[in-house]
Every structure is written in structure tokens, then in C-alpha cells.
């Protein structure tokens, strides 16, 4: 394979999934898919009894401080989180999901699940495991090549 078939697939999956949509999920929830993503990485956290703060949704999410700020914001005025100051660090906000926050984390958890059981059904059952795999595979070399830096030959 080239890097330039390896981009072309990457971008047609990029396109075919609907990652390009900035007001609505892949699986048709109308809420920025940054936003479903900051809920989800909420919501788990919340089942797992472990406190998140700005800075941990910036990490997990991959984005930088003022996006992340900006996109608390966005869900701090629609109601779906709340943003508090650490008593031991007053530099620190953690964030914790409103009732509506966990509603709507709940509904993209249910649509996404619908959405990709809808996907894995279309591959077939012998495909599944390699399928899962590559995805894995490229996963771990997109951590890789996040950690080191680009060479003059790659191709974006």
C-alpha cells in the first residue's frame, strides 16, 4: 500500500461516516460530534466514579486549551454541564454532567450503538475480527506518529 492509498481510504472513510458534519453525530444526533465526544469521555468517567477536569477533556479529546474552553462553554450554556473549581488547586475546574447532560450523553450512547451494530452487520461475520484489527493496527501508528514529529516526505 501508498501513502497516498492509505490517505484515500482514510478520507473516504472520513466522508462516508459523516465526520465532516459539524452540527450532527455519525449517527444523526443533531449535536457537534466534539460536543457528543465530550459527553461520552463525561459519562464514562461518571460511571467509573473518577473526576474530570478541563484539562483531563483537553487531553482526552486531543485538542487545545481554548478549544476545550470554548467547548465547555457551548455545553455549560446548553445546560448539559456544570463546571466547578477545585478546592485544592483553584486553577483547576472540574466538570460533572446536569441531568440533561446525561440524557443526552445516554441517547448518543443508544444512536451510536444502533449505528455501528447497522455497520458491523454490512461486514461479513469472517471480515469482522481482521476489520477490528486494522483499525487497531492503525490506531496504535497514529499515536506513534503523533509522538514523533513528521518527516519532509510525508504526505498530509
Known amino acids: 500500500m501508498t501513502t497516498r492509498e492509505l490517505r484515500s481510504e482514510v478520507?473516504?472513510?472520513v466522508r462516508g461516516f459523516g465526520l465532516l458534519?459539524?452540527?450532527r453525530t455519525p449517527c444523526g444526533v443533531r449535536v457537534a460530534p466534539r460536543e457528543a465526544?465530550?459527553?461520552a469521555v463525561l459519562a464514562e468517567a461518571e460511571r467509573a466514579g473518577v473526576q474530570?477536569?478541563?484539562?483531563?477533556l483537553r487531553r482526552e479529546l486531543g485538542v487545545?486549551?481554548?478549544n476545550v474552553t470554548r467547548l465547555i462553554q457551548r455545553l455549560r450554556d446548553d445546560g448539559r454541564v456544570e463546571q466547578d473549581v477545585s478546592e485544592e488547586d483553584g486553577r483547576v475546574r472540574h466538570l460533572r454532567l446536569t441531568?440533561?447532560?446525561r440524557r443526552m450523553a445516554g441517547h448518543l450512547?443508544?444512536?451510536s450503538l444502533l449505528r455501528f451494530q447497522s455497520i458491523l452487520d454490512a461486514?461479513?461475520?469472517?471480515?469482522?475480527?481482521?476489520?477490528v484489527q486494522a483499525l487497531h493496527v492503525l490506531n496504535c501508528a497514529l499515536q506513534r506518529a503523533t509522538e514523533e514529529p513528521p518527516r519532509a516526505s510525508d504526505a498530509t
Not at 461486514?123 to 476489520?131: H, L, S, T
Request: net charge negative; glycine share 10%; aromatic share 4%.
Open 109 to 111: 450512547e443508544e444512536q
Open 37 to 39: 465526544h465530550a459527553l
Open 21 to 23: 458534519d459539524e452540527e
Open 11 to 13: 478520507r473516504a472513510f
Open 64 to 66: 487545545d486549551k481554548s
Open 123 to 131: 461486514i461479513p461475520c469472517a471480515e469482522r475480527g481482521a476489520v
Open 52 to 56: 474530570v477536569s478541563q484539562g483531563d
Open 99 to 101: 441531568a440533561a447532560g
